[in-house]
């Protein structure tokens, strides 16, 4: 268990840094096809589904490997 929240805080430290220095670097994150965006006049609903897919197999990945 430690070395998972160790491995997740050296990735949200290497996030955060990425974001500091080039804004820009993940705009593409949440604008990938299949992320569903309705706007209405009054309204919006944003459902990342292509985002979270990325998001779910990278996390599988880091898991995989540092349980093996």
Request: net charge positive; proline share 4%; aromatic share 14%.
């Amino acid at each position: 268990m430690a070395k998972i929240l160790m491995v997740l805080g050296a990735v949200l430290l290497a996030l955060g840094t990425l974001w500091h220095f080039f804004p820009g670097a993940l705009n593409w994150f949440g604008k990938l096809p299949g992320d569903i965006n309705i706007k209405t006049e009054y309204s919006q609903v944003f459902i990342p589904i292509t985002s979270m897919l990325i998001v779910s197999a990278v996390l599988s990945l880091l898991m995989y490997f540092f349980r093996h």
